[in-house]
């Protein structure tokens, strides 16, 4: 046998160690990217509905997250919903599928504006305001395709929604 094909079949039988197949990269950002959009939704609302009630930055943030996770699950449910999934099946689906991804999203982003000097204290009317938010998302995706990947390679997150459709 030569290297080659030595080398193929070790890759052939890691990817298909316990049952799962390797995640490709375009399967990860996908997945990713249908996470963020999710959590962008309900993390801009709470900015801006924190924001306009003139709430202090902590209760903001929480209705932040917490409807970033609202927006996040909602997207994975309705699609598997569409996919004819029942209602109690459906949320164990997307809370198996998007729980860890929107989590570290979620640490990442908020982490990069509470760390942004001045971010927190802006308005929304301020660059300040939407280029930490943004920024914060961008950094966010970068660091949660491989954590996708990692999982869906593992019949884990984003894998859980796939099986359904």
């Known amino acids: 046998m030569d290297q080659s094909a030595r080398h193929a079949g070790t890759m052939h039988d890691h990817a298909d160690h316990d049952g799962h197949t390797g995640a490709t990269w375009g399967t990860a950002v ?9 959590c ?39 699609a598997v919903r569409r996919a004819g999934l029942d209602f109690r099946t459906a949320i164990k689906v997307a809370l198996a599928a998007d729980s860890v991804s929107i989590a570290v999203m979620e640490i990442v982003d908020n982490g990069i504006v509470a760390l942004t000097p001045g971010a927190m204290d802006a308005q929304l009317s301020d660059g300040l305001f939407w280029s930490a938010l943004l920024g914060g998302f961008a950094v ?26």
């Open 30 to 38: 996908k997945a990713t990217l249908h996470c963020l959009t999710g």
């Open 40 to 78: 962008a939704i309900g993390e801009i609302l709470g900015m801006v509905v924190g924001t306009a009630l003139g709430w202090g930055n902590v209760p903001t943030m929480i209705l932040a997250i917490a409807l970033a996770f609202l927006f996040g699950y909602s997207f994975t449910l309705f």
């Open 140 to 165: 966010a995706f970068v660091i949660t395709t491989p954590v996708n990947k990692w999982m869906i390679g593992r019949g884990k997150g984003h894998a859980v929604v796939h099986a359904h459709h």
